[in-house]
Each structure stands twice: as structure tokens, then as C-alpha cells.
């Protein structure tokens, strides 16, 4: 009789071993990225690196993105958790009933400018001379130009995703991220003069962090967790970005010491991450006024379509509990 309820004691142990281990087992999140590991991500890697997705209870695998992986469609089909994107491309997504919905956005400021030689002064000199721009361009920051500073189609030049052109064309000017394009001007010799658009008034966020849309009940409080996670991610790389940045190398052999740094100096310098909102919101925040701007921006462009609703594309329910501050 003792042995039977010794043996009854150890299989209950057991059983309740194994329902706390459960119980503590971490929610998986496969997050993607919108391009290739580099400083842009930082705060991702250093909230895997520190521990800090482990520590709010999360087991994170981030995947790369790249030229040939649209992210919200792997998010769409259930392939992907939580996805990185541009806001525009939220908005398309939505105009097109995939059922995705942005949670945060990782930068306050679009990283987007305009690159141009020494001895422009301002934006609106440019216009009437030649900017390299992408024919993704047309329905992103262009028609802001041209709607702020009557910039016309004359200007566009081609844009192959390379500086050279303008390294051998002291007329030409071209499009470019912050923390990227000027970078390999200086390289080249050029020490150039880079303009923020986010700082003339272009809206959109960018790096936009997007769920499917049944996620926001099923999963709200992993994504919760995850938000929170990454704002403290941000915080920390900022702050010292080693950690990350080996995850990132480790990721991307090919990204140098050199870029990483000038990428994190550059998003310091502009306020990328820690600029608009945060100050009193948290970082990854976001506000109904500046996805309200994006719209407006959109509609008087004439790139928006006609009843959609785009109050679906983001929900602030998320991030508004979360306030890590800079």
C-alpha cells in the first residue's frame, strides 16, 4: 500500500513537473526583416543577443529580407509572425484586402533623402535639375516633392542602386537612406549635402513592425511582450551597440565595422529611432496624426483608392502600454 502511494506520489510530481515546464516554455515569433542584417535592425539583434526576448518570455528567430522576399505576403499566408515593412506598403497591402495591420514603427523619421553636391543650400533649389530617383519612387516620395516643391517628371534620372553617377556628376543629385548612399559618397570623395525628407515633412513611418489581423486577439499579449522587448532592444543598442552588432555580422559576413558605425551615428545624428514621439510615448510608438498625415499625403497625390478604409492598416493598441523611452 506505501509502495502504491509512493509510486502515486512521484507520477503526480511528474505530472506537475511537466505542466510547470510547459507552462514556461517560451511563445516562438519568427520576425522578418526588410533587407539584409545591417545597423537599421540593431535593436532586433541586441534584444536576441542580451536575452531580452528570452526574458519577456519569447523565443525570436528574425529572418532576413532581401530584393526577392515580400514579407507581408509570407506574413499574409501564416509564413511569418511579425514583419518589418514601410508604412506605404502596409497601406498598399490593405488597399489590396490582405489582412495585415501595423503594431510599431522603429523609425520616428523616414530615412529617405536626397543626396546633392556641395554648395545646394536647400531642397527647393533642386528643382528643375536632374535627381537619379527608382521607378519605386513614383508612388513613395516623389509625388511629395512634387507637391512641396514643384519638382516635375523632366528631373527623374535613373536610379541602378549605385553611386557612381553621381561620384562623375557634379550636376546630378539622387535618392538615398541616411545611413547608407552618403556613406559610400564619402567614400568616394564627396563629402555631400543629404537631406532628411522626414525633416521637410514627408510622413510615412518607416520599418513599420505588421501582424496578420486574427493576431491582434490571438496572439495580442506575445506580440505585446514582443514590442516591449524590442523598444528595450533599441534602448540598449543605441546605447552600445556591440552585441547586436556581432549577431548582425554573424547574419551578414559582408556588413563592415565601418558602415555598422556610421549607420548607428546616423540614426543618433537624424533621431531615426528616438526622434518625433518618443520623447514622451516610447520608442516604436506611433500616433493617429502622422498615419492620418500619410493618407492625406497619399489622397491629395491621387495614390490612394477610393473606399478603402485605412484606418485597418495600424492599430496603436499595442504600443501604447509599452513607453520605453529613449
Known amino acids: 500500500m506505501i509502495r502504491w502511494i509512493d509510486r502515486t506520489l512521484v507520477a503526480l510530481a511528474s505530472a506537475a513537473m511537466c505542466v510547470a515546464a510547459h507552462a514556461a516554455e517560451p511563445d516562438k515569433i519568427v520576425f522578418a526583416t526588410d533587407w539584409l542584417a545591417q545597423a537599421e535592425h540593431g535593436g532586433f539583434y541586441q534584444a536576441v543577443a542580451e536575452g531580452t526576448y528570452k526574458k519577456h518570455g519569447l523565443d525570436v528567430t528574425i529572418r532576413m529580407g532581401g530584393p526577392q522576399v515580400n514579407g507581408l505576403q509570407l506574413l499574409a499566408a501564416g509564413q511569418l509572425d511579425i514583419v518589418m515593412g514601410d508604412a506605404l506598403q502596409v497601406l498598399s497591402a490593405v488597399e489590396q484586402n490582405v489582412p495585415v495591420t501595423a503594431v510599431a514603427a522603429t523609425f520616428q523619421k523616414n530615412p529617405t533623402v536626397i543626396i546633392a553636391h556641395p554648395g545646394v543650400a536647400r531642397l527647393e533649389d533642386l528643382k528643375g535639375k536632374p535627381i537619379a530617383v527608382s521607378s519605386a519612387s513614383a508612388t513613395t516620395f516623389w509625388p511629395w516633392l512634387k507637391q512641396r516643391y514643384g519638382f516635375t517628371d523632366n528631373q527623374k ?3 541602378a542602386f549605385s553611386v557612381q553617377p553621381f561620384l562623375v556628376d557634379a550636376k546630378l543629385s539622387q535618392q538615398g537612406f541616411a545611413t547608407s548612399e552618403p556613406f559610400s559618397i564619402e567614400k568616394g570623395g564627396i ?3 543629404v537631406f532628411l525628407l522626414a ?4 510622413p510615412p513611418y518607416s520599418e513599420v513592425l505588421a501582424v496578420r489581423r486574427d493576431a491582434l486577439t490571438r496572439r495580442a499579449d506575445a506580440i505585446k511582450r ?3 522587448a524590442s523598444a528595450e532592444g533599441w534602448k540598449s543598442y543605441l546605447a552600445n551597440p556591440a552585441p547586436g552588432n ?5 547574419d551578414n559576413p559582408q556588413m563592415s565595422d565601418e558602415l555598422l558605425a556610421y549607420g548607428h551615428r546616423k540614426m543618433l545624428e537624424f533621431g531615426i529611432v528616438t526622434g518625433s514621439d518618443t520623447a514622451t510615448q516610447g520608442l516604436l510608438t506611433m500616433t493617429d496624426k502622422r498615419w492620418q498625415d ?3 499625403f497619399l489622397r491629395g497625390a491621387g495614390l490612394a483608392k477610393a473606399g478603402v478604409n485605412y484606418g485597418s492598416a495600424y492599430t496603436l493598441s499595442i504600443v501604447e502600454d509599452v513607453r520605453v523611452l529613449p
Open 157 to 159: 534620372r535613373p536610379y
Open 191 to 193: 563629402k555631400p549635402v
Open 199 to 202: 525633416e521637410q515633412g514627408y
Open 226 to 228: 514582443f514590442i516591449r
Open 246 to 250: 556581432a549577431l548582425i555580422k554573424r
Open 294 to 296: 500619410t493618407v492625406e
